[in-house]
């Protein structure tokens, strides 16, 4: 497609459940990042892939959430045993991966835990 | 780490007059980027503008142009001749060298009135 692309749009869980998140960089992107972004708040880095290298997972806020990336293209983020606290919307972007370039983000996910 | 801060939350502007979003940062390293990123709601992020560490002259887009102070580390976003459609978040946002992932300030949300 022409830009990065999530789905689904909007998510609707109850509490416990587990979700899973989409993102479908723009193809031949190598950077791929996932940020949370809280109701009034700004953006919050969860984890960075570039290439084949090990992903940044320092953002991740607990181990209720997991990243991967597969064939160095479509990510998925998955957040286990969902809480009231991790209502918010999930942005991905992604970058051709060289210096100082523009990161592209997608529309995000909003997700809400009942 | 790198923190970037955004101290006026809400601001407004009347149509055809100009504004200045501020935006200060903290880094230890010397070669970095910076960037202004718009939400609008759509929830959609557009890179505004973007400015090299290494480059004393100050980036314009249009009617956007930012005032860059490394001594300072200032980097202000100034709007001319606002239009409406200007209404939106505006994140300030900071990359080290080396296709890091951004780190983003909490956001100035910019109103244009009629």
């Known amino acids: 497609g022409a830009g990065v692309s999530q789905s689904p749009s909007n998510k609707v869980t109850e509490k416990g459940k587990d979700v899973e998140l989409r993102c479908d960089p723009i193809?031949?992107?190598?950077?791929l990042y996932w940020y949370r972004q809280s109701l009034g708040q700004g953006l919050e880095f969860l984890i960075y892939?570039?290439?084949?290298?090990?992903?940044?997972k320092s953002g991740l806020p607990s181990d209720r959430f997991s990243a991967e990336r597969t064939g160095g293209s479509v990510s998925t983020l998955t957040i286990q045993r969902t809480q009231q606290e991790d209502s918010a919307v999930y942005l991905c972007?992604?970058?051709?991966?060289?210096?100082?370039?523009?990161?592209?983000f997608g529309q995000g996910t909003r997700l809400t835990v009942v | 780490a790198q923190t970037v801060t955004q101290s006026q939350p809400e601001m407004s502007v009347q149509e055809a007059e100009t504004v200045t979003l501020s935006c200060t940062y903290d880094?230890?390293?010397?070669?970095?980027?910076l960037f202004w990123y718009k939400q609008p709601p759509s929830r959609q992020m557009i890179l505004v503008i973007r400015?090299?560490?290494?480059?004393?002259q100050n980036a314009t887009e249009n009617r956007f142009s930012v005032n860059f102070q490394k001594a300072a580390k200032s980097f202000s976003l100034k709007i001319s001749d606002s239009q409406l459609g200007d209404t939106a978040m505006y994140f300030c946002?900071?990359?080290?060298?080396?296709?890091?992932?951004?780190?983003f300030g909490k956001g100035t949300r910019l109103s244009v009135i009629a």
């Open positions: 193809s031949g992107h190598t950077a």
């Open positions: 880094t230890s390293e010397n070669n970095y980027y």
């Open positions: 400015q090299e560490a290494y480059k004393q």
């Open positions: 892939f570039q290439g084949n290298s090990a992903p940044d």
């Open positions: 972007a992604s970058s051709p991966g060289t210096a100082n370039t523009e990161a592209f």
């Open positions: 946002a900071f990359m080290l060298r080396g296709n890091t992932p951004l780190v």
